[in-house]
């Protein structure tokens, strides 16, 4: 397991939102934390620290300038999503993003739309790209979520669909949308789950707000997912050390192997 960092940019600030309440309007907006610091100061710290695989998700517009910052300070380091597309992957890859990730742009109108996935596939090639699975619990499904995750798909998470996707990405991003930015506990079906069925790299996010909860997230998964952590950070206005987290993750890598 190894901790993967995050910076979320919304109106070209870093905040901590709760996804859910994401809309056109601003105060609908639930902010966890709104930070003083510019998005290089974080990727700069993630640097410091060796923490690869993290990611940059712009949240809405007007976020482009900001994220290219943060990819500048730490070139190759870092995952980039938000309004990604086959027209404009290439342009963040260059600007240093090791990956970009796309929800939206392959989900469309409620299902998955290949034409598009096999699109920037083409263009940027599988190893390069991340597919955000963020889903949401409906009548015993996990059903992946867009539109600020407003839009429920008819495409259901589960083995058969991710084993089938697997041939198209680099790894998975699995937003657990029901506990996400809540510091709840992280959702335990769904990283069992998720443990299950993946072959390829997964980076879950949702509801961590403790070392316990680290704990548990890896004996759940059996240390085969990787984990995010935002809004329970210390370093985002919440109670939880980072530098407790890194040390924690750093802990779980076997003798000689890079650490988190």
Known sequence: ??????????????????????????????????????????????????????????????????????????????????????????RYLELGASHVIVTSYVFQNGELNSANLNNIVARIGKERLVIDLSCKEL?????????????????????????????????????????????????QSLARQLAEWVRIPTTYAGGARSIDDLQLFNELTAGKLDITIGSALDIFGGELSYREVVDYCNMLRPEGEFKC
Request: aromatic letters at 8%; glycine letters at 12%; hydrophobic letters at 35%.
């Open 1 to 90: 397991m190894r901790f993967r960092p995050c910076i979320d940019i919304h109106q070209g600030k870093v905040k901590q939102i709760v996804g859910e309440t994401l809309s056109a309007s601003s105060n609908d907006v639930i902010e966890n934390f709104v930070s003083d610091r510019d998005p290089g100061y974080y990727a700069s710290m993630y640097k410091q620290d060796q923490l690869s695989g993290g990611h940059i998700i712009m949240l809405g517009e007007g976020n482009e300038a900001a994220a290219a910052e943060a990819l500048a300070a730490y070139p190759g380091g870092m995952q980039i999503g938000g309004g990604i597309t086959a027209d404009n992957a290439e």
């Open 139 to 187: 009548d015993g499904k996990w059903v992946v979520v867009t539109n600020q995750w407003k839009t429920y798909s008819n495409f259901e998470v589960n083995q058969v669909n991710i084993n089938q996707l697997e041939g198209y990405c680099d790894e998975f991003l699995v937003h657990a949308v029901d506990v996400e930015g809540k510091r709840t506990g992280v959702q």
